[in-house]
C-alpha cells in the first residue's frame, strides 16, 4: 500500500468524543446510576435527569478550561446540581456518587465510528501517536486501555500534568517538549473548537477539526476537517 508522504510526523489526539464515544459512554453510566439508585422517586424520567445534569456539566467543564474554577469545585458542582432537588446538600454523598459514575466511565469501551481502524493505520504508517487530553488522570489512562486503544499511543498528556488545560497555549508547548515534538511536523485532531482547534492555532500547530455536525468554523479556517475519522486517511 503506498501511503501519502506528509510533514507530519506526531499526531496529537483529543480522546473525549475523537476516539472515546462519551455521550454514548457517560449517558449509559448516568442511566445505570438513576436506575440503581431509584432517582426516579425524585425525578419523572430519566431524560429529566439527563437534562438537569448535562448542560450544568457542559457548563462547569467548560469554566474549568478556562481556570475559573478547579477540580473539585467541577467534581461537586456537577452532582450536586441533580441532587439538590432531591433535598440532598451532601458533599460527601457527592463525592461517594462521583467515584462511582467514574468508576463505571472507565469500563465502558464504546468508541467512535472508525477510531480503531484509523490508529491502527496511522501506527503501521509509522506515526507517533499522542493523546492530550484535559480530562483526569486516574480515568483517562483506564478508558485507553479498557476499550483497546492504549497499545497505539506513546503518552497521555494531561493538563495535570503540564499544570494548564486546552485551548491554553501552554499546554501544547508542553506536549511538544515533551514528546520531542517538533512544531512544524505536528498536527492536532479533536472534536472541540475551541479546546483543540483555536487552542492547536494559537500554539501554531496545524489541526483536523473531526466535525461530525459539519457546524462552521469560527473565526479561521482548520488546516483540515473531516466529519469521519475514516477520512483522515487521505490526509496522512
Known amino acids: 500500500m503506498t501511503r501519502n508522504r506528509t510533514k507530519y510526523k506526531s499526531l496529537f489526539f483529543d480522546l473525549d468524543d475523537t476516539l ?3 455521550g454514548h459512554n457517560n449517558r449509559e453510566c448516568l442511566e ?20 438537569t445534569y448535562m448542560p450544568h456539566n457542559l457548563l462547569l467543564w467548560e469554566q474549568y478550561r478556562n481556570h475559573e474554577i478547579d477540580r473539585q469545585t467541577l467534581i461537586l458542582e456537577r452532582l450536586l ?13 457527592a ?13 465502558k469501551t464504546r468508541t467512535i465510528a472508525g477510531a480503531k481502524e484509523l490508529l491502527a493505520y496511522l501506527h503501521a504508517g509509522g506515526y507517533r501517536l499522542f493523546i492530550i487530553s484535559n480530562g483526569f488522570r486516574e480515568i483517562q489512562s483506564l478508558k485507553l486501555q479498557n476499550c483497546g486503544l492504549a497499545s497505539y499511543f506513546e503518552r497521555i498528556v494531561l493538563s495535570e500534568d503540564a499544570s494548564v488545560r486546552k485551548p491554553h497555549r501552554g499546554i501544547f508547548d508542553f506536549a511538544l517538549i515533551n514528546t520531542n515534538s517538533c512544531r512544524s511536523e505536528s498536527l492536532m485532531i479533536g472534536d472541540s473548537w475551541e479546546a483543540d482547534i483555536a487552542g492547536a492555532q494559537k500554539a ?24 469521519s475519522l475514516s477520512e483522515i486517511k487521505e490526509i496522512l
Request: glycine share 6%.
Open 95 to 107: 463525592l461517594n456518587l462521583n467515584k462511582d459514575f467514574l468508576q463505571r466511565t472507565t469500563q
Open 204 to 227: 501554531k500547530i496545524d489541526q483536523v477539526w473531526f466535525n461530525p455536525g459539519n457546524l462552521p468554523p469560527l473565526n479561521f479556517e482548520p488546516t483540515y476537517s473531516v466529519s
Open 20 to 22: 472515546w464515544d462519551t
Open 32 to 51: 445505570e446510576i438513576y436506575d440503581e439508585y431509584h432517582f426516579g422517586r425524585y425525578y419523572p424520567s430519566f431524560e429529566t435527569f439527563f437534562n
Open 81 to 93: 446540581h441533580v441532587l439538590r432537588p432531591m433535598g440532598i446538600d451532601d458533599k460527601g454523598y
